[in-house]
Nanobody, 126 residues
Framework: QVQLVESGGGLVQAGGSLRLSCAAS????????VGWFRQAPGKEREFVAQ?????????YYADSVKGRFTISRDNAKNTVSLQMNNLKPEDTAVYYC??????????????????WGQGTQLTVSS
């Protein structure tokens, strides 16, 4: 079992920055890839970013956040962070972190992740 807790959400103006954190406890954290997903009101949950297990040498991003968001991990602290810059109103959503061992090429599927946090709200005002 892995327990995940997100933090860092809040209200920010468009163009601003925010950093989300995902703190993990339980099994060896470095054994898991970690993804960030988000869900806006009335919309399906969507992939945002993923960092590979181990050293986190591989990262993936949704096209909508590429160049603005950066995912990183600190296995010594059992945390994964999502640095979000140049935020837009369309980034408004509940953000979830998730841990799992996705099959090759399935990093963007929420079904690839067994463990989920409770989510943290990000609101970007225009």
């Amino acid at each position: 079992q892995v327990q995940l807790v997100e933090s860092g959400g809040g209200l920010v103006q468009a163009g601003g920055s925010l950093r989300l954190s995902c703190a993990a406890s339980g099994h060896t954290f470095s054994n898991y890839a970690v993804g960030w997903f988000r869900q806006a009101p009335g919309k399906e949950r969507e992939f945002v970013a993923q960092i590979s297990r181990g050293s986190g040498s591989t990262t993936y991003y949704a096209d909508s956040v590429k160049g603005r968001f950066t995912i990183s991990r600190d296995n010594a602290k059992n945390t994964v962070s999502l640095q979000m810059n140049n935020l837009k109103p369309e980034d408004t959503a509940v953000y979830y972190c998730a841990a799992g061992v996705p099959y090759s090429g399935s990093y963007y599927r929420d079904t690839s992740y067994a463990y989920w946090g409770q989510g943290t709200q990000l609101t970007v005002s225009s």
